[in-house]
């Protein structure tokens, strides 16, 4: 049982530069949300992906948007990077509906802003 | 989702039990208490979660006080790989908050020899 991929694992983009980063959920798993996790701090919800439709979003711009395609898998896109878009970009995935549900991690995308 | 209070760091010896601390107070009768570890680099990684009652599995136990205010996550037998950021959070489980976890700054646990 495969748990939640993503990638690329690392990538390198110039300043004002657009980047795209995937995500597929843990097997039976409906919905799909991403976190940023800058260096020495915990990560920070960015949006949330349920039935293709962002459902819910934290305090980021614009400027991140974001994917859910049918067979549930997500991309994150970032526009106009800024250095201080450097971080770890965490995917994660559970199921939308039941008390409980427990929500798993992949193991990031690391992004560098140069 | 009620805000939680961990020390910043903590210190075990290999071999030996660590307890870890998680303060709730404002926790909401519905709200789940939820444990992540972070190991450096590495995406978070689920440990346990409970309501109300104490739970167990091959990780580690987690000791929720009768009250609901503050909790206790046990590694019963820690070894140098437990070394990582332990993030206590208390999530709220209905459906479409379900995804959103709000972490705060965790307890960094050393584990020496």
């Known amino acids: 049982d495969a748990g939640v991929t993503q990638s690329p694992t690392h990538l390198i983009k110039t300043r004002g530069q657009q980047v795209t980063l995937r995500c597929s959920p843990k097997?039976?798993?409906?919905?799909v949300s991403w976190y940023q996790q800058a260096l020495g701090q915990g990560p920070q919800f960015i949006f949330q992906?349920?039935?293709?439709?962002?459902?819910q979003r934290g305090n980021f711009p614009d400027r991140f948007s974001g994917h859910q395609f049918p067979n549930y898998s997500s991309e994150l896109n970032v526009n106009a990077l800024l250095l201080g878009d450097s971080a770890l970009y965490l995917c994660?995935?559970?199921?939308?509906?039941?008390?409980?549900?427990?929500?798993?991690f992949g193991e990031g995308s690391w992004l560098t802003v140069v | 989702d009620a805000k939680t209070t961990q020390p910043t760091s903590m210190d075990c010896a290999e071999g030996r039990a660590a307890n870890l601390p998680c303060n709730h107070s404002?926790?909401?009768?519905?709200?789940?208490v939820y444990w992540y570890r972070q190991i450096h680099s590495q995406g978070p990684q689920y440990i346990i979660h409970?309501?109300?009652n104490n739970e167990t599995n091959e990780m580690a136990s987690l000791i929720i006080t009768e009250d609901r205010k503050s909790s206790t996550l046990i590694l019963p037998h820690a070894t140098l790989r437990d070394t990582a950021v332990y993030y206590c959070?208390?999530?709220?489980?209905?459906?479409?908050?379900?995804?959103?976890?709000?972490f705060g700054t965790g307890t960094r646990l050393q584990v020496t020899l």
């Open positions: 992906y349920y039935e293709e439709e962002e459902r």
């Open positions: 404002t926790i909401s009768g519905n709200e789940y």
């Open positions: 994660a995935s559970s199921l939308y509906r039941g008390p409980g549900n427990t929500i798993y």
């Open positions: 097997s039976g798993h409906d919905t």
């Open positions: 959070i208390v999530r709220a489980p209905e459906a479409g908050t379900a995804s959103k976890l709000t």
């Open positions: 409970g309501l109300k």
